[in-house]
């Protein structure tokens, strides 16, 4: 397995988050070793859903958006649900955050509808990236070029379709972390 005692991966959420994509990625990653912080617009519990029409566990995040400084971390997890990025895309913050990953070229995982967010931001003309099926149009609209595949890795930037595609998303990112920890040597 590897090691990722190094690693420092942000996460970024709200009210609405798709519940397995939070936790999944985020227990993979700690179970590698890695610091995973959570910021949201608040620090109050965030509530999960489940397929998006049924309400799951909360989550607590660690911090705000505004207390989030990007060189601190090596990475950042967007998980979906529907409500999640469509409240993130509206916070000034939240798209900053996704900009500056993307500018210092650090990885930057979406996964479902987090791809909204990077669409907001404005970080994917030119890129191939996939999402859940109902934000392609939104994709391409933004200037990328939309496959339809389980992952999809064009450089720094990882995104996935859906929950099914978990296990293939939380691989790409752990072997993207290794490899960027094992360049920093």
């Known amino acids: 397995m590897a090691d990722l005692s190094q ?3 942000l996460m970024i959420a709200a009210d609405g988050f798709e519940t397995v994509e939070l936790f999944e990625p985020r227990k993979a990653l ?3 070793g890695a610091t995973v912080t959570l910021a949201s617009i608040k620090r109050d519990p965030i509530q999960g859903m489940k397929a998006d029409i049924n309400q799951a566990e909360t989550a607590t995040p660690d911090l705000t958006l505004d207390e989030v400084e990007v ?3 090596d990475a ?3 998980p979906g649900g529907v409500a ?3 409240k993130l895309r509206v916070e000034d913050r939240a798209v900053e955050i996704v900009q500056q990953f993307m500018d210092e070229d650090k990885i930057v995982a979406a996964i479902c509808h987090a791809p909204w967010l990077l669409a907001e931001a404005d970080v994917i003309d030119g890129r191939r990236v996939t999402g859940f099926k109902s934000i392609r ?7 990328a070029e939309v496959e339809d595949e389980e992952v999809v890795i064009d450089d720094n930037l ?3 379709r859906k929950p099914d595609d978990i296990p293939a998303f939380n691989k790409a990112i752990i072997d993207a972390l290794t490899e960027e920890l094992a360049d920093a040597d």
Do not use: F, M, Q, W
């Not at 939104?138 to 200037?143: Q, Y």
């Open 84 to 86: 999640n990025p469509d």
């Open 7 to 9: 690693a420092r991966v």
């Open 71 to 73: 060189d601190d971390y």
């Open 76 to 78: 950042l997890v967007l």
């Open 137 to 143: 149009t939104d994709l391409e609209n933004a200037g």
């Open 30 to 32: 700690e179970a590698a």
């Open 158 to 160: 990882i995104t996935s």
